[in-house]
């Protein structure tokens, strides 16, 4: 069944004969085109795959750790951005509890008991060693060294001053030395003495005999003193931790209230044990989601992916049917969300410093600069979770990454990647000094701190985006613009092949690349690539270049000394050859396609209507005279076979006046159209309209008639005449 406009397009055609074979038109064997239906049920489900692809990744970033790095999650963590009870709570708090206990504890008094013979027992030891030491003095028949020997073994205790006052004093001097000893010693037998206390009392002790005493002497009971004056009222351990414990468990458990609204944390604090009590109670402070909290990052997970999925299909429908594009979409949003988890939370600084231009810049060198605006609304969402949702960071990562979008829309010079680079760290500093502006917050340090993060941050987009720009683009079937251009100079060594060994090629490539070129321009695909695909997509010739008629200079048509059959396959051979030429110099995969898609898979008509004529239908081969396709699968490569079209019909017409322009080129738009060449292109009517209005305005400018100046002199003394008549009158 026909649909309306094939209709309309087969009314402005003469009528095909039932062989398929169309002297006029060189339609051959028409083929209806693939329904709608088709096409729509293959971009739903490249959007189904890729929104369902991109929410579980997401998900799995967002749900990596407990909360979505809205908080700190131990203490000692420092807060990114101030927390608010989202809801009323109330809970045991241990370490308000462990505190209360602890108090209690501590209030509780110690248990003594009282040791009377303790002192007696060290008296006792003091008067045996006061009576040994008394007889190594009386001993005359130890050496100096031996009896200082024997001192030293009697006490170790003893300093060497008091040893060397034992050994120097005199009879007279240690007897009364040995009595005030044991008379002080005595006097503290029936005292009640704890640990706390000795250390006051043998300084009050020793303050009392200083005046009787020599210096040696002293030195002598300050040793004794301290060795055998101890406590005899010791705290009995068992007793006390048992008083202890009963105290502690008199503490009933504290319960803590948290209103909804209430300030848990703010930016920039250190986090407490009590702070991480309140987070835990609230579900934001473990490492694993509760279930409010999974099933809230996933709703709005989903709602964001689904609104960028409708939002590609609705403005960017043809990317929903190029897998390769919707991954490197699809990687530098997981990739920037996975970097973003690990490097933000609990570090507030590194946000400032985190290259998230990086992924929009790619999109937009690599894919399309508004695609890219709208992938930094979407990563900037994104991302929100992992920044505590913070508003100021949101803006500050959408604003970086349009910024990013629009600088490195166009990249033809490596220093163009600073200059990104630049213009994203001025947004950085420009968006967090103005949100400092606004909360009063001019703190120096914080100013320098943001300064430093905002110039890290502009280095390494620069450097990111540069270093990764022709890797990523080449895993993803991606075609810099860089590429492109140094592939359009004329310098490359295949574009010189063409130029010196196939001129005719070489010209007639010129003119389909204008042509091209300008139409892309105005339907909104990519200029560039169109034109250096158009530049290539004859290379193939280069092989025989002498078989077609643009480069036979001589007259010489080798054709006509070969069978049709000969002739078709040379001519259709120029394709594979291409593809030969291309894999050789490493030509992208991007203009490969212009070199195999640009004939489709058209019959080479003029040959086989020979072959007709020569041996009958019913032996020839239609499938030796065919093209090996496939029909041009974009935009850009169905330009590029338009133009080739167009571009050889214009130079075969004899009239090539402003109407038969149009009509040349109405034609050649239609047959392609109903030989089913442009199904695969998704080329509207209202871009194919576009296409054939550029077309003929670029030929008419390219055809126009001109002027016949036979004689040279008097029409340039034509032309000044005129124009000094033309500046009389103004003078006038």
Not at 723 to 728: A, D, H, K, P, V
């Amino acid at each position: 069944m026909w649909l309306p406009w094939e209709r309309r397009l087969q009314a402005q055609l003469p009528v095909i004969d039932p062989a398929g074979n169309d002297p006029e038109t060189n339609i051959i064997n028409f083929r209806p085109p693939r329904t709608i239906v088709q096409e729509a049920w293959r971009r739903r489900a490249y959007a189904v795959g890729f929104a369902l692809t991109l929410f579980l990744a997401s998900l799995t970033v967002l749900a990596w750790q407990s909360s979505p790095g809205r908080t700190p999650v131990k203490p000692g963590d420092t807060v990114v951005e101030s927390v608010r009870a989202p809801r009323r709570v109330t809970f045991v708090s241990q370490t308000r509890t462990r505190i209360g206990r602890d108090q209690a504890s501590a209030q509780s008094p110690a248990i003594y008991d009282y040791d009377s013979n303790l002192l007696r027992q060290f008296r006792g030891r003091a008067a045996d060693l006061l009576r040994n030491l008394s007889a190594v003095k009386a001993d005359t028949l130890l050496l100096p060294e031996q009896r200082r020997l024997m001192v030293i073994r009697l006490e170790a205790g003893f300093s060497g001053e008091a040893v060397e006052a034992i050994m120097s004093m005199d009879d007279v001097d240690w007897r009364v030395t040995v009595g005030e000893a044991l008379r002080v010693l005595d006097e503290n037998v029936r005292e009640r003495l704890r640990a706390e206390q000795i250390a006051e009392r043998r300084a009050s002790i020793i303050a009392q005999i200083s005046a009787q005493l020599t210096e040696p002497q002293q030195v002598i009971l300050t040793d004794i003193m301290t060795l055998y004056l101890r406590p005899n009222v010791l705290v009995n351990d068992v007793e006390t931790e048992r008083v202890r414990k009963e105290a502690r468990d008199r503490v009933a458990p504290v319960s803590v209230t948290i209103e909804p609204g209430e300030v848990i944390v703010r930016a920039g604090d250190v986090i407490t044990p009590e702070d991480a009590e309140k987070l835990q109670a609230l579900g934001l402070g473990t490492r694993a989601f509760d279930a409010l909290g999974l099933a809230g990052v996933s709703v709005y997970g989903a709602v964001i992916v689904t609104l960028f999925t409708v939002a590609l299909g609705s403005l960017y429908g043809d990317i929903l049917v190029r897998p390769r594009r919707l991954a490197l979409i699809g990687v530098v949003l997981v990739g920037s969300m996975a970097a973003a988890r690990l490097a933000i939370p609990g570090q507030p600084w590194v946000a400032y410093a985190f290259p998230s231009a990086v992924a929009i810049m790619l999109v937009s060198n690599l894919l399309d600069a508004p695609l890219a605006v709208l992938v930094a609304v979407v990563q900037a969402t994104l991302l929100a979770p992992i920044t505590g949702y913070s508003f100021e960071l949101v803006i500050l990562f959408l604003a970086k990454g349009i910024v990013g979008a629009i600088a490195a829309r166009r990249i033809d010079r490596l220093n163009a990647f600073f200059i990104a680079g630049l213009a994203v760290a001025v947004t950085n500093l420009a968006v967090a000094f103005a949100f400092r502006l606004l909360s009063s917050d001019l703190d120096s340090q914080a100013l320098l701190n943001i300064a430093s993060g905002a110039a890290v941050d502009g280095v390494l987009s620069a450097v990111l985006t540069m270093g990764s720009f022709s890797l990523v683009g080449s895993v993803f079937g991606v075609t810099t613009m860089l590429q492109l251009l140094e592939l359009a100079h004329p310098s490359q060594p295949l574009l010189r092949r063409i130029l010196t060994e196939a001129p005719g090629t070489y010209h007639h490539s010129i003119l389909v690349g204008n042509l091209a070129e300008r139409a892309a321009e105005q339907i909104g695909v990519d200029s560039l690539l169109v034109r250096v695909g158009a530049y290539y997509h004859d290379v193939g010739k280069l092989r025989r270049p002498y078989y077609f008629v643009e480069n036979q200079f001589d007259g010489d048509n080798i054709h006509h000394r070969l069978s049709p059959e000969a002739s078709a396959t040379a001519i259709i051979d120029h394709v594979i050859h291409g593809l030969e030429l291309a894999r050789e110099y490493r030509l992208p995969v991007a203009v490969q396609a212009f070199i195999v898609e640009h004939h489709g898979t058209r019959l080479a008509g003029f040959f086989y209507r020979e072959a007709l004529k020569v041996a009958g239908a019913d032996t020839v081969d239609e499938r030796a005279f065919r093209y090996p396709g496939p029909r041009p699968q974009r935009k850009e490569t169905a330009l590029v076979m338009l133009a080739d079209t167009v571009e050889a019909s214009v130079r075969a017409a004899s009239n090539r006046s402003a109407n038969s322009l149009e009509n040349l080129v109405e034609r050649a738009v239609n047959e392609r159209i109903l030989e089913g060449e442009l199904d695969d292109s998704t080329l509207t009517l209202r871009d194919l309209d576009t296409v054939k209005r550029s077309f003929v305005q670029q030929l008419r400018g390219v055809y126009h008639r001109r002027l016949d100046y036979s004689d040279g002199a008097d029409a340039e003394l034509s032309v000044l005449g005129r124009r000094g008549g033309e500046m009389q009158e103004r003078e006038a």
